[in-house]
Every structure is written in C-alpha cells, then in structure tokens.
C-alpha cells in the first residue's frame, strides 16, 4: 500500500535537490556560460538516470516497458517543452528582467492546475485552488521589489510563456508516465525520466555543436564539476517524476515552491544575507499554501 502523503516527501527531497543543482550551476555558468551550464543538468544528469533504471531492474527483476505509440507523443511533449521554458527564461533575462520574468515564471502551478484538467482530467478541488492561489501569490511577493514589475509587456509575456511551458512540460511528462500503464509507479516514473533525458541530451548537444562547438567542448572539459551537478539534476529529476506518477502534477509543481524557501535558507545562513520585510511576508504565504495543500489531500 502506498502512503497518502508519498508524493509529498518526494517532491520536498527533489525541491531539496533542484536547490543544490541550482547552485552548482550557477557555479559553472562563468565558464560555460549560462546555455553551456544548463545543458550540463541533461547531458551529465543522463548517464546517472540510466544508472538509477539499471539498478531498479537488477534489485526488483522488473521488465522494462515496452510502451506503445501513444507514450511517445507524451515524452516529446515533455522534453520539448522543458527546452523551450528553459529558452524563453533565458531571453527573458538577456532583457535584463530578471525580476520580472521570475515572478511570472512562479504563476506555473495556476497553468499547470489548468492544463492538467484540460489535458489529462487531473481535478483540482477548491481547497487546492485556494491552496495553489496563497502559495503562487507568495512567491509573486518574494520575487518582486518595488517598482521590480515595472518593464513594459515583452518581459511579463515571455516570463508567462516560460512558465506556461514548464507546466506542459509537467503534464507532458505525468501523462507519459501514466500512459505506460504499470502497476510498478517507480519503474514507470524513472523510464520515462530516462527517455526525456536522453532525447534532450541529444538535441541540446546537436545544437551546441552546430551553433556553438567551442562550448560542447567546454562542457567536456569541465566534468568534474559537472558530474555533481548532473547527478543531484538527475536525482531531482527522478523524484519530481516519483511524485508525478503518485499524484496531479499542480500538486507537486505547487509544494515545489518550497524550493524559494531552501534558497532563502542557503542565502541567510551560507551567505549571510537578511530577510526583508518583504520576503518574511512571502515565505508566510508559501508556507500557507503548502500547508493548506497537505490537508487537502
């Protein structure tokens, strides 16, 4: 029997482990570059998913899937998707509105609560509407600064098309999963993480050697650090999949953003910087939604 509240630790241990990979990207964007230090979450996070399958099928004796047709449009949607979010964040930060386009970008759980009704029947009650609502407006609060809003159109509607994308990319990857059919949730879940990585390590690594060679190299070059990174992206990614195959992706995407808390945390006590006022405010509202969510399940 599967625990209620499963879903939730695993989405807290990948939030948890998206915060760690953040930083160590954030590390090597100087030498990379920040596409070059993005790439490294798909290209070094592959080998270590594949490792993770492997060792589910020595320890359980699981078969591996054999999905059929319609899987497909799901993953590729899923992988897509991710890039595309990824880009769009990007070029909204060559706008030099990174304040902004974060702010929208955090309105992802509300698209992915309704795009998982469209798309998959994924029901959100009014209790985790409400919850959604408290905790997305709580990050809007700590992602914003006054006059931080201010920055014409252009930066708010690409910071909501990333967002938007990164919720199609939630769906895209929970209907993958559900689309395998298996009772084993863990062997669907880290599957389908491993077709979406691969396919992405593939696209993003034709692109770099076709627009930008001297980068492939670079990342190469640099797989020390990188191994790290690539494997806290990946054990981040196999838990926000866990998570995805247990319950409604707007669940999880909107317990993720406890994630805003942990960088809090690291930003106070690794760096030594205060908490506005501000802020204070925000994590209050994130911790309410994130509580009200818990007791609506």
Known sequence: MITPWLWAIFTVIAAFSQTVRNAMQRELTGS??????????FLFGFPFALIFLIALVLVTGAPLPRPDLMFWP???????????????????????????????????????????????GDVVTWPMAIAIIVATAGVVVMSTKPGGMVGGIGPTLIGLASGGMFALSAIGYRGAILELHLPNFVMAATFT????????????????????????????????????????GALASQF??????????????????IEVLFAQLIARFAFGQRTTAREAVGMVLVVAGVVLLILAH
């Not at 070059?221 to 806290?232: D, E, N, R, T, V």
Request: no cysteine.
């Open 32 to 41: 990379l570059g920040t596409v070059g230090a993005t790439h490294v979450r």
């Open 74 to 120: 799901w993953v590729i949607a899923g992988a897509g998707a991710q890039i595309a979010a990824t880009a769009l964040m990007l070029a909204a930060m060559g706008e030099r509105s990174f304040v902004v386009t974060i702010a929208y970008i955090k309105t992802e759980p509300i698209q992915v609560a309704v795009f998982g009704l469209i798309f998959l």
């Open 193 to 232: 993480l491993v077709i979406g990585l691969a396919m992405q390590a593939v696209v993003l690594s034709l692109y770099l050697l076709l627009r930008t060679p001297a980068v492939l190299g670079a990342i190469l070059h640099a797989w020390k650090p990188s191994l790290f990174a690539g494997f806290m």
């Open 240 to 257: 926000w999949f866990l998570a995805f195959a247990l319950t409604t992706a707007a669940s999880v995407r909107t317990l993720a953003l």
